[in-house]
């Protein structure tokens, strides 16, 4: 088993910038891809971004996060990490790390990921 735990999550004003941790335990793999999502209250669960398992790397980002967010890993940590600069207020959300199965391609879709961690509130004030 995988175990994933988020860190980094605060309240900040618009414009600010947060970066999030994505920790792993238990039975890793190096060659976990990640995934970034958010849900907002009353909203959908929301893709941001996703990196590649170590050897290509190949980062993803959700149009409304491209340009402002950043994914990064650390395969020695087995972390991953999602800079977020120039926040907005609707950036508001609990922000939660998955992975998909090994040798997986960490897709937009939730469903196809098999760990998940708590999450991490990021509150964006205007």
């Known amino acids: 088993q995988v175990q994933l735990v988020e860190s980094g999550g605060g309240v900040v004003e618009a414009g600010g910038s947060l970066r999030l941790s994505c920790a792993a335990s238990?039975?890793?793999?190096?060659?976990?891809?990640r995934g970034w999502f958010r849900q907002a209250p009353g909203k959908e669960r929301e893709f941001v971004g996703s990196i590649t398992w170590r050897g290509d790397n190949n980062t993803y980002y959700s149009d409304a996060v491209k340009g402002r967010f950043t994914i990064s890993r650390n395969s020695a940590a087995n972390s991953v990490y999602l800079q977020m600069n120039s926040l907005k207020p609707e950036d508001t959300a609990r922000y939660y790390c998955?992975?998909?199965?090994?040798?997986?391609?960490?897709?937009?879709?939730?469903?196809?990921?098999?760990?998940w961690g708590q999450g991490t509130q990021v509150t964006v004030s205007s």
């Open positions: 238990g039975r890793t793999f190096s060659d976990l891809g």
């Open positions: 998955a992975a998909p199965p090994r040798y997986s391609f960490p897709t937009t879709t939730g469903a196809s990921y098999a760990y």
